[in-house]
């Protein structure tokens, strides 16, 4: 299905002559689709790439629309159901030696800041791998089903991206073989509760 990008968080001007304003003026509370939802991850692996994906075991997510600041997004990971592209690097991914997923089994992630950014949004806050907590910065872009009217946000996409270091975790192992950066492009499907 193909999508059509909002102009970021913050309300576009169509939207404003075809909505009342007084519509849009407080926060909305969205639930995840984790069905639609993947969360998706990769590293250099010598001269290949390895891709994975993550489960999504809980998202609570705030978008406010009139204030994009007030926007809050809060998501916990299932390390434990992280799945590589390659079986074996599946299985090293989960030991002790990179996620440690047995005494670490959820990725979790916290927002501290929202702010609009051209067409999309910078949400910068802290993530937690392997009990360690750092801050980040993600990209964050909306969008709606292509064919819907401006303005209509009750089913909503989007698409978070940056990277994280998995060194600054302590995931240091198979350095030798593995890149340090992991780059993550997560699609989340929400929708609006009533």
Known sequence: MQRRPLCGLVLALAACLVAPVAAWAKP?????????SVVGFETDFGQSVIRGRMPVDAADLTLDFDAV???????TLNADGARANFPFATQAMRGEAVL??????EIRFQSTAVRADGPGALVTGEITIRGVTRPVTLEARLFRDEGTQPGERDNLAIRLTGAVSRAAFGATGFADMVGDEVRLNILAHIKRDN
């Open 28 to 36: 909305f509370h969205y639930r995840l689709d984790p069905e639609r």
């Open 100 to 105: 440690a997923t047995r005494q670490f089994p």
């Open 69 to 75: 600041t007030a926007s809050q997004v809060s998501v």
